[in-house]
């Protein structure tokens, strides 16, 4: 089950919504858009808000109607409602007219990848502009011609705006649901799962208007709501004294429900309306049931993050579905005394039974004090909290069609989950970089108050689809890159020129540079500089600079690498089938050694060693006619027998090489070997890349714990009685020390381990990663390998591994401009100081998450900035530097912070702290430190940046209302929550592999994406729409697959039918489908080849080959599948993502009171 997943390589998502004839919908890497060349890499990016909805026709307004009694109704929230009809806004800025339909947003072909030069709008620098950048406003209303407010503009669905008070209220499982009711004027896109509409009648207290799906009622604390409507505008008010209106819209919409109508906005706010100045509608919370939605169907296709692996079935099994729809509530919440009970948010009549659903919830207890008769008790419907199938399906509508483009500071990128084009204009790439927030406190009182902490998630050789531009690759010649004198920064498009051009003002530390003869030139008259667009440096984010002798080690030009395949022949390997089958895939597979752009062959070299007790190393040379073995069994002193002929070229030793890779199965057909060793192999590796003054990567194929004489033994220590124990964290960490001594030799030789591993039993995989996660590397585990089930996912990742980009010798280093500095580092590699990253080796799927913190106040005109610079040896053994840039906005308003927040990647850093923390303290008090610094984060935005409100609503910022979803489901996972099944060998291989995972990868092992199958349309390229992580969401007529990037299931219901599962297994009934497949029968039907592709088009997108699990409802493997369905409850304990939010607006409420 390997994690690395390579982000999303684009599955075609996202249909086109039926309803709006004549607007063609983005495609999720479907049908290409016009103008848009394909992407190989569909969904491999940053994340991105998503939907963007076709504009109405001139003159129309959505929400002139009239309050109407009997339609669908809604939960508060504090954010905007979505009108069935209205068009949302995008996150790009407003544009002055309704948004172009999606399929034409995107430039000409010509101009998709970044054309070096000629952008003559670019600044020398990233604008600064004068008003820091905010995110635009979320789901501005846009009439055309209408009014002149420069407040309404209908870009197309901000999905994270700047809405100060941009929050979603939901009322807590959830106290003071208050129910507004209103009817929509437009039919539900088929497939909205919404359940059709119910008429109930408003409670009192609530106002309801035609057209707007949601509407916060005011109660008795909030004033009197505001009578004056401003013709089809949202009322807005500025939330923060002095925050001019003009700018933005305050209002955010819901979850990726529809954008808000313009309606009369009546909420709670604080704020007397400004004359003249709309009010920002207040947000309810999602759609129910029965209401209609703009926007996508509740199923949407996502890039979900996704839970722990399989075989691990730790806490996710979820139990029976508590999220069902009928029966009588448990009754586990009484009422609370004094507090009404308020209806659950599904009001009125529920979606038409589906099959499967367990027991309603409980009701909900009501904190606040809205007037009327409290409505029966019913349970929190799972379609009123934020969902986050919707808002990745928004994100992709509202941003996938028009390209990234990096020229302003501060911009939050698209989600991972959206596929888009990225055009650098002076800033990193999201696919390089991305941070927590985009725009940061500027004081670390203000930033310790917030509790969301500043961290950045760099990956700093990242693939890049096919249209995009590779770094450029600039030599300086023998003087080398243009530095600071004092901090040592690189050149950059933010340093600033001055007297003429003869000097430049470094913008990391201030200090004056002359500029080198050799690199003079005069400036315009804008004080840029006349080459700007010639030179990669002054005008483009992330570049390469050929590097001098100065930075290679020992004064001296490096070799290129060495690969050095290092074989286990024990019993167990030759029994198995493994030696046999990596001998045979070799032989091909070395002809794919990775090699510089145009080069003809690859200039590494490779090696061969095989091992049991004694290590066994072969002549190669080309001049031999066969082969020669030499043994060495004094382990305890490892050294390498032979020089010359050890490491060759490939091509030179190609019929010698083959001869050996044909003997080795038969030589060892007959050992009856078990013991092995393990420290000794890599110790050989190491001396022999030392002996030939190279780096290098070792290939070792191992399968049992090292219990034979040598160093480095181990002892089986597996005890699962000391979960949830004080002595747990002794299960992640090493046995012996002796192999952290053994890395950082690795690491200052520049030789990475990567680790193949085929267990049938405890292998001390917190040990024995030790070398592997130090230097750089990867593991992968088979555990019980089987040649017909797990061959083609060995051989694929093998293939994979062998092939990508990797870059040796690497050191890392983040420079910060003044007010912040690098703190902490998480990831794969080495540090033998506080600033320096050292990796023997880091690969195109490798992620270093930095954290930064304050030590001086920041300036909110010139923004923070980071340099992410790379020191590495190229696979042809050429020495480089790849520096990323990235500039940042500097906010003294809280609510900006939070408006610029990017929920992914802050999952993605904390599960990272969580998972180191496992390592020093009990796994309770790491899950609670994680609850609490979320609730604190919640608890600050609501004291601070939300309007007024009933203490029984739960407020949520707009760009942080997935954070519960995700943070339950970090708490779920295997190493933080095990369940029965899963193994300390498995807890310490994920703890590895989510430690530098990138933030596609995190989100999808979170949150896994789930599919109908049976929804397919077998005529288009595009997946169907994703549902949400939850058995009551399952059929038992359906067949649905679910993948988290470790593996893939192929869920099959009781009831399918027998067509379908002709079609796609071939037997004839649900009983003969056999559930040791490990990968679908080729059959010659749409339904099969659909099926086929969508399995090939997800493996495409992932780092690792994903295995294939068949499961039949009602079977043995089905409590494994469950384990996945996130938003349940779990066997091992772990939370529903309703009981979940409940839990967190608990914490705040304590928090705040």
Known sequence: MSVNQQAHTGPPYGQPQPGYQGYQQPVYGGQPLPGVPQS???????????????????????????????????????????????????RAPPTSGPPPPASGASLPSGHLAYSQFGHGDVQNGIPASAAPMQRPPASQLFLPGSAPTPVSQTSTFQQYGPPPASVQQLSNHMAGMTVGSTTASAPPPAGLGYGPPTSVPPVSGS?????????????????????????????????????????????????????????????????????????????PGPPLPGQTVAGPPTSQPNHVSSPPPPTTMSGLHPGPPMSGLHGPPPPTHPPQPGYQMQQNGSFGQMRGPQPNYGGAYPGTPNYGSQPGPPPPSKRLDPDSIPSPIQVIEDDRSNRGSEPFVTGVRGQVPPLVTTNFLVKDQGNASPRYIRCTSY?????????????VPLAAVIKPLATLPPEETLPYLVDHGESGPVRCNRCKAYMCPFMQFIEGGRRFQCCFCSCVTEVPPQYFQHLDHTGKRVDFYDRPELSLGSYEFLATVDYCKNNKFPSPPAFIFMIDVSYNAVKSGLVRLICEELKSLLDYLPREGNMEESAIRVGFVTYNKVLHFYNVKSSLAQPQMMVVSDVADMFVPLLDGFLVNVNESRTVIASLLDQIPEMFADTRETEIVFAPVIQAGLEALKAAECAGKLFIFHTSLPIAEAPGKLKNRDDKKLINTDK???????????????????????????????????????TLGVVTYQT?????????????????????????????EVGFDAVMRVRTSTGIRATDFFGAFYMSNTTDVEMAGLDCDKTITVEFKHDDKLNEDSGALLQCALLYTSCAGQRRLRIHNLSLNCCTQLADLYRNCETDTLINYLAKYAYRGVLGSPVKTVRDALINQCAQILACYRKNCAS??????????????????????????????????VTTDDRAYIRQLVTSM??????????????????????????PAAIRNSEERLSKGDMYLLENGLNIFVWVGVNVQQGLIQNLFGVSSFSQISNTLSTLPVLENPFSKK??????????????????????????????????????????????????????????????S
């Open 40 to 90: 190989q890499y569909g969904a491999y990016n940053g994340p991105m808000p998503g939907y963007q909805q076709p504009v109405p026709p001139q003159g129309y307004f959505p929400s002139l109607g009239f309050p109407s009694k009997g339609s669908p109704v809604s939960l508060n929230s504090d954010t905007s409602s979505l009108a069935p009809n209205f068009i949302g806004s995008s």
């Open 207 to 283: 106002f309801s208007a035609t057209g707007s799906s949601l509407y916060t009622p005011y109660t008795a604390s909030q004033g009197s709501p505001p009578t004056s409507v401003s013709q089809g505008l949202p009322l807005a008010q500025p939330p923060f004294p002095g925050q001019p209106v003009s700018t933005q819209r305050l209002s955010t919409q819901v979850p990726g429900f529809a954008p808000p109508p313009s309606s009369t906005g009546i909420g709670p706010s604080s704020y007397p309306p400004t004359t003249g100045a709309p009010r920002p509608p207040t947000m």
């Open 439 to 451: 725009n940061i406190p500027c004081t670390s009182d203000m930033a310790k108050q917030s509790q």
């Open 728 to 766: 747990e964290k002794t299960l992640f960490q090493p046995q012996t020390s002796f192999y952290n001594n053994l890395a950082k030799d690795c690491v200052a030789q520049g030789c990475c381990v990567d680790l193949f591993l085929f267990p049938n039993q405890y292998l001390d995989v917190a």
């Open 776 to 804: 750089g590397g990867s593991i992968y585990k088979y555990a019980y390998f089987q040649l017909e089930t797990d061959q083609d996912r060995f051989l694929n990742d093998l293939r994979r591994d062998v092939q990508k």
């Open 948 to 981: 007024p409100s009933s203490a029984g609503q739960l407020i949520l910022p707009e760009c942080m209302k997935l954070l519960p979803v995700y943070l339950n489901c970090v708490l779920k996972s295997d190493v933080l929550q095990p369940g029965p099944e």
């Open 998 to 1023: 990138d933030v596609a990868e995190t989100n999808v092992f979170f949150y896994p994406r789930l599919l109908p199958l049976n929804k397919a349309d077998v005529d288009s390229d595009s997946l």
């Open 1091 to 1152: 099926v086929r592709s969508i399995v090939d088009m997800l493996q495409v997108q992932r780092s690792r080959h994903m295995k294939l699990i068949i499961v039949k409802q009602e079977d043995k493997l089905e409590m494994l599948f469950k384990h996945f369905l996130v938003e349940d409850k779990s066997l091992s304990g772990g939370a529903s993502y309703v009981d979940f939010l409940c839990h967190m607006h608990k914490e705040i409420r304590q928090l705040l």
